[in-house]
């Protein structure tokens, strides 16, 4: 159980989320951030160049080193995988929450996170996701409680924070097929729900087709990058425009604002650039997370690729505005050493997506593996002039293009229809 103080810190963060942090101009926040940082590195002039970059290989080669427990990664990680094994997901490790990332690619991330830090988290979150009419019945005692609907491929200590008399919350395990769930849902018709992109639009096409009867208020995307055809999708069926919730193993890294635009998460992180293009519009974060005591996120950086926007948003959050999280670097792939973004490809595809449900795409040595689902007979045309125009802008020649039945992903995996196997290798 939290303890008063802790509720209170919970409570402060909300607050200071929801109504705090006003910046008149962003050389304001570049400057409280500094002042931040100075503060947890306990110097007054920073010289980051002295500090190494580092990776998650690197944090989890010297894991004890990087938590003020001093605990090992095997404790770590055995406590996480008992908890995944045995679906119960309480157990705590030294009064820390233990959780395994969804490690998408290489090794298995594993995250501690202190009670006090748990709360702060969702203070935060729903401090930036909760529209006013949630709060509002978040906040009234004769309504009944927020129900938020969890999809999610693990119930974690993370998430069971949220929980009190005003909030509900329900758990659906990825792990089960998703139509066991449906029933449920409709029992329990949630306010808020939350899921990764690619299960919230399996719900969405089950609310088209009429399988599926639910009216959330809100609709969150976490744990996968939203694209504008998935969301296209959502608003469609659920009459809601998602919200989008960028975090990782390491930290809340950003969200959308009411305008529905992606924000970093500077007022608790502080975002260094690793340019990926020229043009300086594509960058790897490195992150410093200066609100973190249990587990230090210092130089850390992500294979993410992120992708800013062209115009700041003003909503008055002065924080960066991304255009999306693109994926992972695996996402990007390369043909002569010209590289083509995951959002090149995803335009390309989208140009010929009402030839076909869902698609996937592969980079091999023998060139490009795209599977369809559900093809119309003019499919695999389609495809095919939109990449020869892609590659033609790229002054590249089109590799060769297989086509491959429709896999669906694993149950609980994540979706990733873009991916370099010469990357990997
Ligand atoms: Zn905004």
Redesign the pocket.
């Known amino acids: 159980m939290a303890t008063r103080r802790e509720q209170f810190a919970a409570l402060a963060a909300f607050c200071r989320t929801r109504w705090g942090y006003r910046f008149g101009n962003r050389t304001a926040l570049l400057r409280w951030q500094h002042k931040r940082l100075s503060r947890m590195l306990r110097t007054r002039t920073l010289d980051w160049a002295s500090l190494p970059v580092i990776d998650k290989a690197t944090l989890l080669a010297d894991f004890s080193s990087y938590n003020s427990q001093g605990i090992g990664l095997e404790k770590a990680l055995s406590a996480a995988k008992q908890s995944e094994r045995s679906r119960d997901f309480r157990p705590e490790l030294a009064g820390l929450t233990v959780g395994l990332s969804s490690g998408t690619s290489g090794k298995q991330g594993v995250f501690l996170l202190s009670s006090r830090e748990r709360l702060l988290w969702a203070g935060t979150i729903l401090a930036r996701l909760l529209s006013t009419e949630s709060l509002r019945q978040l906040v009234q005692p004769w309504r009944p409680a927020l129900r938020i609907g969890f999809l999610l491929r693990a119930d974690s200590n993370l998430y069971n924070t949220v929980r009190s008399s005003r909030v509900s919350f329900d758990f659906y395990d990825l792990l089960e097929p998703l139509e066991d769930h449906l029933q449920k849902l409709e029992q329990r018709p949630p306010d808020l729900l939350v899921g990764p992109a690619s299960v919230l639009a399996e719900l969405a096409r089950q609310q088209l087709n009429e399988e599926l009867h639910i009216t959330p208020r809100q609709l969150i995307s976490v744990a996968e990058e939203l694209d504008d055809a998935t969301a296209e999708l959502l608003e469609r069926a659920f009459r809601v425009r998602p919200a989008q919730v960028y975090q990782a193993t390491e930290g809340l890294l950003g969200f959308?604002?009411?305008?529905?635009?992606?924000?970093l998460n500077e007022q608790h992180v502080f975002f260094e650039k690793d340019w990926l293009d020229a043009e300086h519009t594509r960058f790897s974060p490195i992150i410093t997370d200066f609100t973190r005591s249990t587990q230090f996120i210092l130089r850390y950086r992500l294979d993410d690729v992120l992708r800013l926007a062209d115009h700041?948003?003003?909503?008055?959050?002065q924080?960066l505005?991304l255009a999306a999280v693109d994926g992972r670097a695996d996402a990007v792939l390369s043909f002569d050493g010209v590289k083509l973004f995951p959002d090149l490809i995803r335009r390309s595809m989208a140009l010929a997506s009402s030839e076909f449900d869902d698609w996937s795409l592969r980079q091999r040595e023998s060139g490009l593996l795209i599977a369809l689902k559900n093809p119309s007979a003019a499919a695999i045309a389609s495809v095919r002039r939109e990449l020869g125009r892609l590659f033609d802008s790229h002054h590249l020649a089109l590799p060769t293009l297989t086509f491959v039945d429709w896999q669906a992903p694993l149950p609980g995996a994540k979706l990733r229809r873009i991916f370099s196997q010469l990357a990997a290798s």
């Open positions: 959308s604002c009411r305008r529905g635009k992606l924000h700041p948003c003003d909503c008055g959050n924080a505005t």
